[in-house]
Every structure is written in C-alpha cells, then in structure tokens.
C-alpha cells in the first residue's frame, strides 16, 4: 500500500504512552538518483525500524523499489508516502516516511508545513501515525535543514525549528511528538535552547552520524531525533553503524548507502537488534548501542574503559583525533598491559576494538 499526500489535518485524539516500536531517521544520500545505490544493503538496514523518517529523497518511485525490497527481504507488509518536491532551486528533495504495517498504521494529517516566514528551504513534512498493538497515536515530522556555506547559515532554520514544534504541538494535541531529521548541527550548539525551553529533547548526545571518509571513521553528530520529554522515556537510542553490518568496505558503503548512518528512538521495552547482512555473528563491540568510540564518546563513557576513569578520559577529549587504540600509549599511565587490557574489552567500536 503506497501513498502520497499533501492532506490538511484532521480531528486528532488524545492519546497516553507510546507502543512498543522502534522509529528511526535516516538521510539515504540522493534515494532515486542514478547513483548505483545499493537497494538490497539499503533495505537490510532499513528492516532494523519499524518506523523510518527519510530525508534526501530524490525520486519517490525509489521510495517504492525500497518497499518493494522490503517486503521481499522481510516476508512483511510495508507501507510508505512522500512529500511533494520542495526546495527553492533547481534542486528539490521530497520527504518520506516508511513503516512496518504490523507495527505501525497511518492515521492522519500528512501535511507539509505552511512556511509563513519563509524560512525553510524544505519545509517539514509530518504525519500522524499509530502503534498497531496498543492503538496509541504519536506525530512524527521531519526535516533536513539547509547546509549552506558555514554554520550561520543553518541557524535561521534551526531558530525557526522551536515556532514549527510549537505547531506541532497545537495540531496534534495531547499526542507525543518527534522531530526527525538531518539537522547538520549539533545538538550542543546554543542555537537549540528556544526548541529545549519547550521541552524538546535530543535522542543522541554522543557518537557521529556521518561517515567520515577515513575508513571506520565518523564524522559530525547531524542527524537526530527530539522528541517530547514529557510524554516519551525511550527504553534504547542511538546511532545505527551500518557499515558493520553489510559485506562492503567503509568508502564503498558510504558511497553506495548513505554518508549518514540512521539515528533512532525504540520505546516501550523494544530494542535495536543488530543483524549482519550475510546473517554472520557481530562483534561484540558492535552489538549494543553503546560501544565506546574514542573520538566521540563522551568523557563519562570514556571513562568505562579499563584503567581509564575520569582523568585519562579526558585526556583521550585533549588528544583527539586517535587513528588506532595503540596511540593510547601516549596517555600518562597507559602502558602496554593496560592497553592490552582495554583493547580486549570489547568496549570499543568498530575498527577502534
């Protein structure tokens, strides 16, 4: 079941906790572009959501082939909708959601917003949807903010950011609401504090969204998920690091996937479950969604590590870039024991363990 509309709101219901699902937020790099994305590697990692909001979608005929690609791989039904084209040149992306129709319904109110300041190059774009299971309501919007020449050029839409929640809010009245997106900033930057006064708060604080193109490098924390701290507690969140669960090097993954690797919230009691692609064992340090990455976790996570703690984690923060784990030597106390001992935790990520 496909659809694609630009519908005004409807009446809205209140609505109390949100069902057991996990919603993600992923920018799939130019979806529908003669580009040789790798549709099968993209559904793989598509099927770890049930909800998925998409940005830099090109063509919503891929936004089709993606379900299509779903329902062979997952043996489920899907459903999908895009926005209309938006942008203010030549160049326009649609927006679209994609959700597992035994977990998650559309209910009403696809719309994309009425820019009255004109602030956006591409509007937000929201729906309201509802958990299959407990027959419970939540709206999810999403955007992908202009990047422009330098970060002055992103704060208009991000100010702007906090007046579109405050909409959302009306519109959907006594319903929990997130905000997905790829915002290219991030979420410490003091241009957020008016979204944060209204109770807004970011699912990801560490870690990067965007792969760096040094392999099993991560770059900058873009991509994110604010959602309504008064109306959901997510029981997991985090970052989904794909290129270690598909059969393609770091560049080829970046270039073939997406430079963004999806953010997502899972509530009531679910949890992000990591599949390899050839259906192999994961690592340890890439089953959870809270492996350690030397150059983006934080000092309290950092500090998880053997024979590290508080001082030494933030003299990792001060050495920052560290290509491999062995340039922990240079860290006052690490000698090599200890780096042994570190390294055979299985705390770090990726190409860091």
């Known amino acids: 079941m496909r659809r694609y509309l630009l519908a005004g709101l409807l009446a809205l219901a209140p609505l109390a906790a949100q069902g057991d699902v996990v919603l993600g937020s992923w920018n799939i790099k130019h979806l529908g572009w003669n580009n040789d994305k790798a549709v099968g590697q993209v559904a793989h990692v598509a099927n770890h959501f049930d909800l998925l909001a998409i940005q830099e979608l090109m063509d919503p005929a891929a936004l089709a082939a993606l379900e299509d690609e779903l329902e062979a791989l997952s043996g489920e039904a899907w459903s999908s909708m895009a926005s209309h084209a938006l942008g203010r040149s030549s160049y326009e992306e649609h927006y679209g959601f994609l959700w597992r129709e035994s977990e998650v319904a559309y209910e009403d109110g696809a719309v994309v917003f009425i820019d009255h300041g004109d602030v956006f190059s591409r ?37 702007a950011l906090a007046d579109y929640w405050q909409w959302l809010g009306e519109a959907h009245p006594d319903t929990p609401r997130l905000l997905m997106g790829d915002f290219n900033l991030s979420p410490e930057h003091d241009a957020w ?25 991560y770059a900058n924390l873009y991509d994110n998920l604010w959602y309504d701290a008064g109306r959901l507690a997510p029981d997991d969140k985090g970052v989904l690091r794909f290129p270690e669960l598909l059969p393609f090097p770091h560049q080829e993954a970046r270039d073939r996937v997406s430079d963004h690797v999806p953010v997502y919230v899972a509530l009531n009691g679910a949890t992000l479950e990591r599949r390899a692609a050839d259906g192999g064992e994961l690592l340890a340090s890439q089953q959870g969604s809270s492996c350690i990455d030397l150059n983006a976790s934080g000092l309290d996570r950092l500090a998880e590590l053997p024979h590290v703690g508080p001082a ?42």
């Open 123 to 159: 509007e937000p774009y929201s729906a309201r949807f509802r958990d299959v299971e407990t027959d419970e309501r939540f709206a999810a919007a999403t955007v992908h903010v202009v990047y422009g020449d330098s970060v002055s050029d992103r704060l208009p839409e991000i100010e």
């Open 312 to 353: 030494r984690a933030q003299a990792i923060i001060s050495g920052r870039p560290w290509q491999t784990p062995s340039e922990l030597a240079r860290v006052s106390g690490i000698g090599e024991g200890r780096l042994n001992d570190i390294r055979a935790s299985g705390l770090l990520c990726g190409s860091q363990g």
């Open 193 to 217: 504090a008016p979204l944060r006064e209204q109770g807004a708060v970011p699912a990801v604080v560490e870690g990067a969204s965007t792969l760096a193109t040094t392999a099993g490098q």
